[in-house]
Every structure is written in structure tokens, then in C-alpha cells.
């Protein structure tokens, strides 16, 4: 599986970016999409997940009401539409596609066997 995160950049707090990952190597509709982040001296932490099946989506409680998870099985793509930035936001993020329910990947009991480079978000304040 090959994993391309991309539309990270720079932005003041309060601002936006729309991350984008494109997914291929697999067939999409039967996989949990998600999104972790690292920031410097930290672990990696899941952020959002979108299920395979009925679309269903989780957030940390962080960035809930903040961030938008959307996947399109047809293109392979997913996306992170992020609200309302803040400086803590910023981190190098990564998306992943695993055959696990979005609960335990996003609590860390699973952990995602492909990470792809990632794209980096800073949020200056």
C-alpha cells in the first residue's frame, strides 16, 4: 500500500488547510481511514477516522467540531478539512488505511502498519 498525504502548510491561528491522502494498492471500501499527527517531541497520536462501511467518523476530543474527515472510495482519496487552527495543531500528519474499527486505532491498541511521509502543518500564533 502506498500512502501520499499531502496540502500541509503554514497558517495563523484561526485559519484552515484541507490535507489530502491519497490511498493505492488496495481496494478502499472495506478499510478504516485515519489520521495521526506528530509534534516534536511527542508520540504519534490518532486524530480522526472515517469507517469503511457506514461512513461513520471519530475525533479526539481536540480537534471535535474543528475537524472534517471525508473519504471517496471511487478516486481512493481522503481528506482532513481543518477548522479553526490552533498553534498545539501543529505536527507533521499522516494518513493510514487499515482493516480495524476506527476505536482502536485512534486509542492506539492497533497500530497502522503503513504511515506514508506525512505533510507538515505548523500554525504560527
Known amino acids: 500500500v502506498q500512502l501520499q498525504a499531502s496540502g500541509g502548510g503554514l497558517v495563523q491561528a484561526g485559519g484552515s488547510l484541507r490535507l489530502s491522502c491519497e490511498i493505492s494498492g488496495l481496494s478502499l471500501h472495506y478499510y478504516a481511514i485515519a489520521w495521526f499527527r506528530r509534534a516534536p517531541g511527542k508520540e504519534r497520536e490518532g486524530v480522526s477516522c472515517?469507517?469503511?462501511?457506514?461512513?461513520?467518523?471519530y475525533h479526539v476530543d481536540s480537534v471535535k467540531g474543528r475537524f472534517t474527515i471525508a473519504r471517496d472510495n471511487a478516486k481512493n482519496m481522503a481528506y482532513l478539512q481543518m477548522d479553526s487552527l490552533k498553534p498545539e495543531d501543529t505536527a507533521r500528519y499522516y494518513c493510514?488505511?487499515?482493516?480495524?474499527?476506527?476505536?482502536?486505532?485512534?486509542?492506539?491498541?492497533?497500530?497502522?502498519?503503513?504511515w506514508g511521509q506525512g505533510t507538515q502543518v505548523t500554525v504560527s500564533s
Open positions: 472515517i469507517a469503511p462501511s457506514n461512513g461513520g467518523t
Open positions: 493510514t488505511a487499515e482493516l480495524a474499527p476506527c476505536s482502536q486505532l485512534l486509542n492506539g491498541y492497533i497500530r497502522p502498519s503503513s
